[in-house]
């Protein structure tokens, strides 16, 4: 069996083939250097259109957009590039991307710990605990004082005027709609309004 006589017209391609896809990944991988731009290009473009009467474009041309002769060209002018890159922004002084100016604050001297509670004085008692009962309603009867219902979590308590509920809070009046309580261990006095459940 000989390799290639068969298919030889296939083998001749695969070659060609392989041969371009070798120049083609070099190309890729080994780019050619960048050469300097040719003026020769431009030169010919502009004596064309200087030759040219102004008012009068040749037959089958299209104008195009007036300006310099130089905006034809598409190619990288590094000596533009080098001139914008030197130039420095020489402003004012005022930030463009604030509102107004900064007006430097003076800088004052770091306080410690102890200088700023000194300066703020004791620090004030914290506030008395809330009463946490809830006022449910009242009963009256003729002829005895009115009574109310409070309420702590799952304990009901009734009491009158002045009488002292949980040990720790004292009924002092009751209207319609409220009842006003005091703690006797903080003096702090609260008006707990009706509850509607």
Avoid: C
Wanted: no cysteine; proline share 13%; aromatic share 6%.
């Amino acid at each position: 069996m000989k390799v290639g006589t068969e298919n030889r017209n296939k083998l001749i391609a695969a070659a060609v083939l392989g041969v371009v896809a070798l120049v083609l990944i070099g190309r890729m991988l080994f780019p050619p250097a960048p050469s300097e731009p040719e003026a020769t290009v431009v030169a010919p473009v502009a004596a064309a259109q200087a030759s040219r009467p102004a008012g009068k474009p040749r037959f089958g041309t299209r104008r195009m957009a007036a300006g310099p002769p130089h905006s034809i060209d598409p190619s990288l002018r590094y000596d533009w590039l080098k001139a914008s890159e030197d130039t420095k922004y020489e402003g004012t002084g005022r930030n463009i991307f604030l509102a107004q100016a900064e007006i430097p604050q003076p800088v004052a001297k770091p306080q410690t710990d102890a200088e700023k509670q000194a300066a703020q004085g004791p620090p004030p008692p914290p506030p008395p605990p809330p009463i946490n009962l809830k006022f449910y309603g009242f009963a009256s009867k003729p002829g005895e004082p009115k009574k109310v219902f409070l309420s702590q979590g799952e304990d009901v308590f009734i009491a009158s005027e002045g009488e002292i509920v949980d040990r720790r809070y004292k009924v002092l009046h009751i209207s319609p709609v409220s009842v006003e309580i005091e703690d006797v261990l903080s003096n702090n006095r609260q008006m707990i309004p009706l509850t509607q459940s």
